[in-house]
């Protein structure tokens, strides 16, 4: 059974900066693909960033530029966000970089990060 638990939200300025950590339980870590997700209030859940197990990774376009995904041995998968903005308010979740639906891990409790100034 694989767990993920995401932290590092919270409430901060347009501009900003902020760490996201998602702690992965499991053996299974090494040999998945992960990404960030987010789902804004009435909207549909999205992807923001994945990394490949190879450590290549992509970006939405939205975040291009801002955010930058990373992976540890330790079974953490972190998003550094910088230059925040209104618009990436959202709730915050991590889970296997998938194209379909149907391989996801369930999903965690997410993390809130709310930019409002």
């Known amino acids: 059974q694989v767990h993920m638990v995401e932290s590092g939200g919270g409430l901060v300025q347009p501009g900003d900066n902020l760490t996201l950590s998602c702690t992965v339980s499991?053996?299974?870590?090494?040999?998945?693909?992960w990404a960030w997700y987010r789902q804004a209030p009435g909207k549909q859940r999205e992807l923001v960033a994945g990394i490949s197990a190879s450590y290549k990774t992509s970006y939405s376009d939205p975040v291009k530029g801002r955010f930058a995904i990373s992976r540890s041995n330790a079974a953490t998968v972190t998003l550094q966000m910088n230059s925040l903005k209104i618009e990436d308010t959202a709730v915050y979740f991590c889970?296997?970089?998938?194209?379909?639906?149907?391989?996801?891990?369930?999903w965690g409790q997410g993390t809130q990060v709310t930019v409002s100034s």
């Open positions: 889970n296997k970089l998938c194209a379909s639906s149907t391989c996801f891990f369930a």
């Open positions: 499991g053996s299974a870590f090494a040999f998945h693909d």
